[in-house]
Every structure is written in structure tokens, then in C-alpha cells.
């Protein structure tokens, strides 16, 4: 029970890898605020699978790219648990539209959600972090933001690389009281990927020498190993979780 009595929100927590964090975290003990933009429905029944685990959970609709949301996330959180011990930045949105195609509405929207929204959410959770002892913060960025492979995804590219030097730049002026880190996974089983064309996955499937996609279970390991006491010197790093692609 490596989490016991932490709060911890989780953001788009709905699906896929959130989803398998938030569950992750809740199995060591955890209270969890599960969020999602859209599909509320579907986080109320995360909500009660936690519960059935005999931890506390609340469902938080909030789009993370909105400012008034993200406050009132912060103030439905406080109200609820008193205090929050981890943030996991992990919403996140990908458009794959060939470059020359993509438009101005989709580059706003891709960063407003995957990097200002994580900046956003860090402002208005390190208020009420700041007295709580091993306070972490992990953000979810990808391997597309370290070493950009698709010109379809010029603006997720970007707004991850963003997601790495908002990291760097926060666990500076945060320490030592909060550590910052970034996991950047490969490809991983979910949703986002479900439109690829078959022949376009067996090509990067050949490329990653464990020759599988990731399962969100595996992502969500490295968030916990961030989070918890046997990280407690590390700060501003990334940690590729790729399966050794190529
Ligand atoms: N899967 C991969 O291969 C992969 C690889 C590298 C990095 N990542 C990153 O990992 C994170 C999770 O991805 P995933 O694969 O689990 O995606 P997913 O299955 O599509 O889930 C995305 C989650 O984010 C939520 N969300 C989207 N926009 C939001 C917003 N504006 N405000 C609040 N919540 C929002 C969605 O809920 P609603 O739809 O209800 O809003 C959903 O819960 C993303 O940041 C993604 O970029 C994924």
C-alpha cells in the first residue's frame, strides 16, 4: 500500500492509460479524482469500480484546455478531500491530418489541451500541495515529443516536446518541496490508436524490439514508481517507456 491516504487526481481518467492509473493507484490505497472532457457517464463507472475497492473516488467533468474548469476542479477537489498529494497530467488529444492540411483550430486545440492544460493544472494543484510531504507531479508527454517520427502529428509533437520543458522548468522552481516528472510512452493499446491502418501498425510493431504495442497497465507502473518514495531523488526527468523502439 504504497499510496495510503494520498489523493490523487488523475486527468482523463475516463479510458486507456488514465483510466489504468487511476485504478493502479487506488489498488495501493489511494483516493482518486477521476476527470474527463466528454464522457461522464463512463468516469462514474470508474468511480464505482474504485470504490468497490474500498477507497474513496469522485468524478470531476472538466475540460483541462478551459481555465474556469480547471479552477473548479481545484475547488470541488479541496472541498471533497481537504488536499491533493499527486497530479498526473495525462489528457490528451492527437488529429492525424497530413501537415501541409493541418489548420490553425486543430494546432490550438491539440496545444491547449496537452500542454496548456497541463500547465494550467499545475497552477491551481501546487496551492494546495505545497504542505504535503512527498508531493509529486508526473506528466504525460510521449516519445513523439522527444524524437518526431509522424509530419501527421506535427502539433502533438509539439505540444509534447512542450510537455518535457514545462517539466524541467517546474521541477526547478518547485523543489525540493514537489518533484516534477515526465513519463513518455511509445505506442501503447488505446483508444487514440484505434483509427491506424492495420498495415501502418505491424510496420511500427516491427520497429519495437519487445515487437507489441504497450498495455496502459504498463504505463501506469512507471507513473507509480514517479510517484512514490523510491523516486525521491529524482525530479525534471523523462522516462521512455517504449518497449525499445527503433
Ligand atoms: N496510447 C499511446 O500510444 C500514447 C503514446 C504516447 C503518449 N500517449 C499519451 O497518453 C495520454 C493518454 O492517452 P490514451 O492513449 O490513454 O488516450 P485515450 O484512450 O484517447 O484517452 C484520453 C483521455 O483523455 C481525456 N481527455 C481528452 N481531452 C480532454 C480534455 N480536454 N479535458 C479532460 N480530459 C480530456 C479523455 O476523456 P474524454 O474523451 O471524455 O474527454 C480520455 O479519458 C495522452 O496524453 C496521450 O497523448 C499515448
Known sequence: ???????VLVTGSSRGIGKATALAFAREGASIIVNCDKEIAVVDAVVKEIKDMGVDAIAIQADV??????????EETIKHFGGIDILVNNAGIVFDVPILEKTVE???????????????CIKYTVPHMK???????????????????SPESADYDTSKAGVISLTKNF????????????????????????????????GETAQIALKRFGRPEEIAKAVLF?????????????????????
Open 106 to 120: 486543430q494546432w490550438e486545440r491539440t496545444l491547449k489541451v496537452n500542454l496548456i492544460g497541463t500547465f494550467l
Open 171 to 202: 521541477a526547478q522552481s518547485l523543489a525540493p518541496h514537489i518533484r516534477v516528472n515526465t513519463v513518455a510512452p511509445g505506442w501503447i493499446d488505446t483508444d487514440i490508436n484505434k483509427d491506424l491502418p492495420k498495415d501502418y501498425v505491424e
Open 65 to 74: 484546455a478551459d481555465e474556469s474548469d480547471v479552477q473548479r476542479m481545484l
Open 1 to 7: 500500500m504504497r499510496f495510503k491516504n494520498k489523493v
Open 131 to 149: 504542505d504535503r510531504l512527498g508531493a509529486s507531479i508526473v506528466n504525460i508527454s510521449s516519445t513523439n515529443g522527444i524524437d518526431s517520427i
Open 226 to 246: 514517479l510517484c512514490s518514495e523510491d523516486a525521491n531523488f529524482i525530479t525534471g526527468s523523462t522516462l521512455v517507456v517504449d518497449g525499445g523502439y527503433q
